[in-house]
């Protein structure tokens, strides 16, 4: 069965740094595709990053492209989420995902201004 298990949000300061981490436990991590959503309240769920299964293909949304990195640890069953250059406008709760519909419990991201 498949697990999501996230970690890495908090608090920062705009310009500050931050990573996220979400653990893989069960399934075939090798055969899907992961990323990340984000979400705040009001608003829907939406993309922020993708890597594909065999780690060859990223994608990321035009809102963090240049700050964001999403890279996979396959030694781990880990998939990271490098935010660079924070912005209070990237305050949300952020969803690990799995391929095709598997989710993390959302970690909390808040910057301040």
């Known amino acids: 069965q498949v697990q999501l298990v996230e970690s890495g949000g908090g608090s920062v300061q705009a310009g500050d740094s931050l990573g996220l981490s979400c653990a893989n436990s069960?399934?075939?991590?090798?055969?899907?595709?992961m990323g990340w959503f984000r979400q705040v309240p009001g608003k829907e769920r939406e993309f922020v990053a993708a890597?594909?299964?065999?780690?060859?293909?990223?994608y990321l949304a035009d809102s963090v492209k240049g700050r964001f990195t999403i890279s996979r640890d396959y030694a781990k069953n880990t998939v990271y989420l490098q935010m660079n250059s924070l912005k209070p406008e990237d305050t949300a709760v952020y969803y690990c995902?799995?391929?095709?519909?598997?989710w993390g419990q959302g970690t909390q991201v808040t910057v301040s201004s």
């Open positions: 995902w799995l391929t095709p519909n598997y």
């Open positions: 069960g399934g075939t991590f090798l055969l899907h595709g």
């Open positions: 890597i594909a299964a065999n780690g060859g293909t990223k």
